[in-house]
């Protein structure tokens, strides 16, 4: 990782007067860098954070992890990220979510990809350039129902699976 990306972990994304001014952004910023970029590996200039560690447990990690990722993005949302913004941050959770599933492929896709700290440049872009602009309510009701419905079919998914094996133990 060269010098600039070395520098671009560690320094805070948003601007001072953006920070003081909304305690949710704040909140989104220490939880992004908890999530993506909290630690380094020694002796290199690789960061990771929460995200990749719960990665390594296989299923429920990966869940936990995108329920974060949700929780950001409907807070970036509730502060005013347009739909088209909150999209495309949604593609980032999902594509994260999606390859990070795949054991030690996803790992180490997760290890290199941030998607939190990509949807935190996001709406730091959102402020500065004044780009995606607008209201998000009915959308964030969407993304809520689906990881309702994602983190149920799951849940179904692996009681019926539990139910096999249960039933090819006992007959």
């Known amino acids: 990782m060269s010098s600039q990306a070395r ?59 995108m329920g974060f990722s949700g929780v950001l993005v409907a807070i970036m949302a509730k502060n005013g990220a347009s739909a088209r ?30 998607a939190n700290y990509r949807n935190l440049r996001l709406m730091q872009e959102h402020y500065h350039e004044g780009k995606h602009v607008g209201s998000v309510w009915p959308l964030v009701l969407a993304v809520i129902a689906f990881f309702v419905v994602t983190i149920v079919l799951g849940l179904l998914l692996v009681a019926f699976i539990l139910r096999a094996v249960w039933n090819s133990i006992v007959a």
């Not at 972990?9 to 909290?38: C, H, N």
């Not at 909150?86 to 941030?114: C, E, H, Q, T």
């Open 7 to 65: 520098k671009r972990y560690s320094y805070p994304i948003l601007s001072d007067a953006q920070r003081a001014g909304s305690t949710d952004l704040q909140f989104v910023e220490s939880l992004t860098r908890l999530l993506d970029t909290k630690f380094r590996i020694p002796g290199t200039s690789i960061r990771f954070g929460a995200d990749f560690i719960l990665g390594l447990v296989p299923g429920a990690g990966d869940v936990v992890a």
């Open 85 to 114: 913004l909150v999209i495309r941050m949604l593609g980032n959770v999902v594509l994260d979510a999606a390859v990070g599933s795949v054991p030690i492929l996803g790992n180490v896709f997760d290890l290199f990809y941030k």
